[in-house]
């Protein structure tokens, strides 16, 4: 019996209904050490902010987390687990949490066994280290991690590591029991489309969740009704970096979404009239213009200004802004102000941070 039995049918719900997912960031000291008390100050900010979901221990936290000399993918684990339980007590929304998982099979199923102890909910599966794998080897490795947790798949671009995969093998992917979301973050229109056939071609569409990681594309994927295999499909919510800033506004965003699908379309026109605005910052924090080496150090900007994190160091001194992103990131905030939450997190700041 797979995995999939102990998903939450709450979670499940939500995940189908649709919720904002933050790729949540690593939180470092100057001597890049983990910072816990600004790590759970995200947290926080991410919780009160109104996602209903975080994702921990994905690209955006740093893969070098998994380092033996760094050690820190169970500790931040733990720290999201713990300032979100605190958050549900207190009388919040539950908070669908989704851990990375990556690696050949053994070392993605001791994630798996680690994440589900820590209390999560979902595996973000990266196939990423099985770069020559056939389609019924990585099958076979989903299987096997699907077999600890509860899976969300995931289709990372490859231009940052991830690789093609065919819609056959994603119509297979969906067949396993145990699989509840996937994130779709190819940036790429053809290989986003070859997803949704597949779930449709699955049988399983009214099951799986689709999940937008689409960074180039947020509202475009989420406004649009994909009428596929006769089945109407619908990306639910977004798993997405640019959701570990300006959360409020992301939050917001969705539910203007979601009220205009209600609505049968109805103010379509003015929310798709924010997508180059968002494409645009999102070109800037993610430093596309370098092939994204900058991604985590401009989202890192962001959060610095706003006081949530001391800095924007990463885990690899060598890592940081490329030359000319921060005159970006200064030209996209100054000219799409509506994007920022300022406000709403100088509110809250102190609170985070007690």
Same mark, same amino acid.
């Given at each position: 019996?797979?995995?999939?039995?102990?998903?939450?049918?709450?979670?499940?719900?939500?995940?189908?209904?649709?919720?904002?997912?933050?790729?949540?960031?690593?939180?470092?000291?100057?001597?890049?050490?983990?910072?816990?008390?600004?790590?759970?100050?995200?947290?926080?900010?991410?919780?009160?902010?109104?996602?209903?979901?975080?994702?921990?221990?994905?690209?955006?936290?740093?893969?070098?987390?998994?380092?033996?000399?760094?050690?820190?993918?169970?500790?931040?684990?733990?720290?999201?687990?713990?300032?979100?339980?605190?958050?549900?007590?207190?009388?919040?929304?539950?908070?669908?949490?989704?851990?990375?998982?990556?690696?050949?099979? *053994? /070392?993605?199923?001791?994630?798996?066994? &680690?994440? +589900? =102890? !820590?209390?999560?909910?979902?595996?973000?599966?990266? $196939? @990423?280290?099985?770069?020559?794998?056939?389609?019924?080897?990585?099958?076979?490795?989903?299987?096997?991690?699907?077999?600890?947790?509860?899976?969300?798949?995931?289709?990372?671009?490859?231009?940052?590591?991830?690789?093609?995969?065919?819609?056959?093998?994603?119509?297979?992917?969906?067949?396993?029991?145990?699989?509840?979301?996937?994130?779709?973050?190819?940036?790429?229109?053809?290989?986003?489309?070859?997803?949704?056939?597949?779930?449709?071609?699955?049988?399983?569409?009214?099951?799986?969740?689709?999940?937008?990681?689409?960074?180039?594309?947020?509202?475009?994927?989420?406004?649009?009704?994909?009428?596929?295999?006769?089945?109407?499909?619908?990306?639910?919510?977004?798993?997405?970096?640019?959701?570990?800033?300006?959360?409020?506004?992301? *939050? /917001?965003?969705?539910?203007?979404?979601? &009220?205009? +699908? =209600? !609505?049968?379309?109805?103010?379509?026109?003015?929310? $798709? @009239?924010?997508?180059?605005?968002?494409?645009?910052?999102?070109?800037?924090?993610?430093?596309?213009?370098?092939?994204?080496?900058?991604?985590?150090?401009?989202?890192?900007?962001?959060?610095?200004?706003?006081?949530?994190?001391?800095?924007?160091?990463?885990?690899?001194?060598?890592?940081?802004?490329?030359?000319?992103?921060?005159?970006?990131?200064?030209?996209?905030?100054?000219?799409?102000?509506?994007?920022?939450?300022?406000?709403?997190?100088?509110?809250?700041?102190?609170?985070?941070?007690?």
């Amino acid at each position: 019996m797979g995995s999939s039995d102990r998903l939450d049918p709450a979670v499940a719900q939500a995940l189908r209904r649709g919720v904002a997912i933050p790729a949540h960031p690593l939180a470092l000291t100057a001597q890049r050490k983990l910072d816990e008390r600004r790590q759970v100050a995200l947290t926080r900010y991410y919780c009160d902010a109104g996602a209903g979901g975080v994702a921990v221990g994905v690209h955006t936290t740093q893969f070098a987390i998994r380092d033996p000399r760094v050690g820190l993918y169970a500790p931040v684990l733990k720290l999201a687990a713990g300032a979100i339980a605190e958050f549900e007590r207190a009388g919040g929304r539950r908070i669908v949490r989704v851990a990375g998982v990556c690696g050949a099979t *053994v /070392q993605a199923v001791r994630e798996a066994e &680690a994440a +589900r =102890d !820590a209390g999560y909910h979902l595996g973000l599966l990266s $196939l @990423a280290a099985l770069p020559d794998a056939s389609d019924s080897e990585l099958l076979a490795h989903c299987r096997a991690v699907a077999e600890t947790i509860p899976v969300c798949g995931f289709y990372l671009q490859p231009s940052v590591g991830g690789r093609l995969l065919s819609y056959e093998f994603w119509r297979e992917f969906c067949r396993i029991p145990a699989v509840a979301a996937i994130k779709v973050a190819p940036f790429n229109r053809y290989q986003t489309l070859d997803v949704v056939r597949a779930v449709a071609g699955s049988g399983r569409a009214g099951e799986i969740a689709l999940y937008t990681g689409n960074d180039d594309n947020i509202i475009a994927d989420l406004l649009t009704e994909f009428r596929v295999m006769g089945q109407r499909l619908h990306f639910s919510g977004g798993l997405l970096g640019q959701w570990a800033v300006w959360t409020r506004r992301a *939050v /917001q965003l969705l539910e203007a979404v979601r &009220a205009c +699908r =209600d !609505a049968a379309g109805e103010g379509a026109a003015e929310i $798709l @009239a924010g997508a180059a605005a968002l494409t645009d910052a999102n070109g800037a924090l993610f430093d596309a213009r370098n092939g994204f080496a900058g991604c985590i150090a401009g989202l890192h900007e962001i959060l610095r200004r706003q006081g949530l994190l001391e800095g924007r160091w990463c885990l690899d001194p060598a890592e940081d802004l490329s030359a000319g992103q921060l005159e970006e990131i200064d030209r996209v905030c100054a000219s799409y102000p509506e994007l920022g939450d300022d406000e709403f997190v100088r509110e809250h700041l102190d609170c985070w941070l007690g």
